[in-house]
């Protein structure tokens, strides 16, 4: 079976009145090759009449974003013109490629009304030949993306890209990352077989998993050996996980806040190319 090499903790890092959970990058990990980046926002209950999400216009380019709203929403507009409001149980694939703005923040209706919000964003990389691509944006609503039912009904869960078992993926990717939340009940177990040269992401939202013999509690990221395929995943209590797999790239990553490219001077341009406009301009 898949050894854990570490077991990483999520450090507590809350954006003004969200509360926010960053498993990567810690002190202890920097990336898992080409998953980059992960904010954990919530859970937690906005009252009526509230600010909502904080996260205005802001640039990106390199790398692609995956949001992953299971409680509240997300209002996602960017300037390639794409606007949307995805609600509780969907997802947004955000191609950045060669430099967008965009905002992502609570619909009007849940700052009026409030309610609960709990939201995940992942960064994943984009390899050179992919990084200057066309800006591409996605949302898909709850029932828009597949579904997969293991161990007799004890495992549900969303296949978010690539597949799982026999389903495919809401997205189409430029790379094979392959993407599901999945729910477990309490006991409930599934044995996977992942091939020996991807790395795994393995990230518990709620609950509690003993993971080839080895306990992975919440707000907690497992970085695995690449030894062998098997996984055994078995839920000790009902319990919520981001998975993901994918061949790593291999290139060399330079991240220097939004921008995710491989050298610095491709960081300096995007800063340039940014302040002189050319990811585009904002419009309210």
């Known amino acids: 079976m898949r050894s854990i090499k570490q077991i990483h903790k999520a ?11 960053s498993p990567m990058p810690t002190g202890s990990i ?11 926002h919530g859970p937690q209950n906005y009252p009526p009449n509230n600010n909502g999400l904080p996260f205005g216009p802001h640039p990106h380019r390199g790398m692609e974003t995956v949001t992953f ?7 996602h507009k960017d300037s390639s013109g794409h606007k949307s409001v995805i609600e509780s149980g969907g ?12 905002a992502e923040v609570s619909s009007e209706k849940f700052k009026k009304e409030g309610g609960d919000l709990e939201i995940l964003q992942l960064w994943v990389n984009l390899p ?3 990084k200057m691509t066309e800006p591409k944006y996605l949302g898909f609503q ?34 094979d990352i392959n993407l599901a939340t999945l729910n477990f009940e309490e006991n409930a177990s599934v044995s996977l077989n992942i091939p020996k040269d991807h790395n795994i992401f393995f990230y518990v939202i709620r609950g509690e998993f003993e993971v080839n013999d080895q306990q992975v509690k919440a707000l907690h990221l497992a970085e695995f050996n690449n ?29 220097r806040g939004p921008f ?22 904002w419009k309210e």
């Open 227 to 255: 030894d062998d395929v098997k996984l055994k995943i078995e839920a000790k209590a009902e319990s919520v996980l981001l998975f993901g797999h994918a061949k790593p790239f291999e290139e060399p990553v330079v991240a």
């Open 69 to 75: 709203i299971l409680d509240g929403d997300i209002a």
């Open 260 to 281: 995710v490219m491989n050298t610095m001077e491709e960081i300096d341009e995007a800063y340039a190319d940014f302040q002189t406009g050319k990811m585009g301009a």
């Open 30 to 40: 920097q990336m898992i090759d080409p998953f980059l980046f992960l904010n954990h």
């Open 142 to 175: 709850k029932d828009q993306i597949p579904t997969i039912s293991l161990d007799d009904g004890k495992v549900k869960g969303q296949v978010v890209s690539g597949a799982l078992e026999d389903t495919s993926g809401a997205f189409n990717t430029f790379t």
């Open 11 to 21: 450090e507590y890092r809350p954006i003004a009145d969200l509360t926010t959970y």
């Open 91 to 102: 997802v947004q694939w955000m191609t950045a490629g060669s430099g967008l703005l965009h």
């Open 128 to 130: 050179a030949k992919y």
